[in-house]
């Protein structure tokens, strides 16, 4: 079983649609939650940190982290055609500590 | 946030050859990674580099084969050793920053393997 677990898709949505990407774990020790935005032939970018339970927002982008179900999400509202991309869940257990990533959600926004 | 460039972007080799692939940050780090990206995959990290120490490797992955250096605190380089069409993959430069507890990545590098 890996660490963490993510849908490949592909996820394909109309414009303006909500979008919800997840990711499981079983490491009950990760306290530190990202995701990753990775655009054809590049790479990744930070999008969204959080550190332990709970929610944070930035725009049009929500992440939820419930580490007593070992599971995050990141919403996507009113989704953009230059919201296509591979989105990367990334955890770690400490500071500075060893990233692991989820496989990576490949999403299309279809205007 | 760091930015960096690696090089080259892509490259296509021979089986039996060795590529080296440079890693250019604009600010000082103590942390640098090596990841590799496979078709399909997830990220999965090679080895970390700190300056003034030797790199350590993680499970699956031989200094041999991925030999690393870190002459200063803004460069390193990934040799990919002796390839074969299972090395083809995107190899990406990543640091650590202690300031946003965060870490940056490359533009990667695009390796064939013929």
């Known amino acids: 079983q890996k660490e963490v677990e993510q849908d490949p898709g592909p996820l394909s949505v109309p414009e303006g649609a909500i979008v919800s990407l997840n990711c499981t774990y079983s490491?009950?020790?990760?306290?530190?939650f990202m995701w990753y935005r990775q655009y054809s032939r590049k790479g990744p970018e930070l999008l969204m940190y959080?550190?332990?339970?709970g929610n944070k927002e930035d725009g049009r982008f929500t992440a939820q982290v419930d580490k007593s179900s070992k599971y995050i999400s990141l919403f996507i509202r009113d989704s953009q055609p230059s919201d296509s991309a591979t989105y990367l869940c990334?955890?770690?257990?400490?500071?500075?500590?060893?990233?692991?990533f989820g496989q990576g959600t490949e999403l299309s926004v279809k205007p | 946030s760091a930015v960096i460039s690696q090089k080259p972007s892509r490259d296509i080799c021979q089986r039996g050859t060795s590529l080296t692939i440079q890693c250019q940050v604009d600010?000082?780090?103590?942390?640098m990674f090596w990841y590799r990206q496979q078709p399909g995959q997830s990220l999965t990290l090679i080895a970390t580099?700190?300056?003034?120490?030797?790199?350590?490797?993680e499970s699956g992955f031989v200094i041999d084969k991925f030999p690393i250096s870190r002459p200063n605190l803004t460069f390193s380089t990934l040799t990919v050793s002796n390839m074969s069409p299972e090395d083809s993959s995107i190899y990406l430069c990543?640091?650590?920053?202690?300031?946003?507890?965060?870490?940056?990545f490359g533009p990667g590098t695009r390796l064939t393997v013929l």
């Open positions: 490491n009950s020790a990760f306290q530190y």
């Open positions: 959080t550190y332990s339970s």
């Open positions: 600010s000082q780090v103590t942390m």
């Open positions: 990334a955890m770690r257990e400490n500071q500075g500590g060893k990233l692991i």
């Open positions: 580099a700190n300056q003034g120490s030797e790199a350590t490797y």
């Open positions: 990543s640091v650590y920053s202690t300031g946003t507890d965060t870490q940056y």
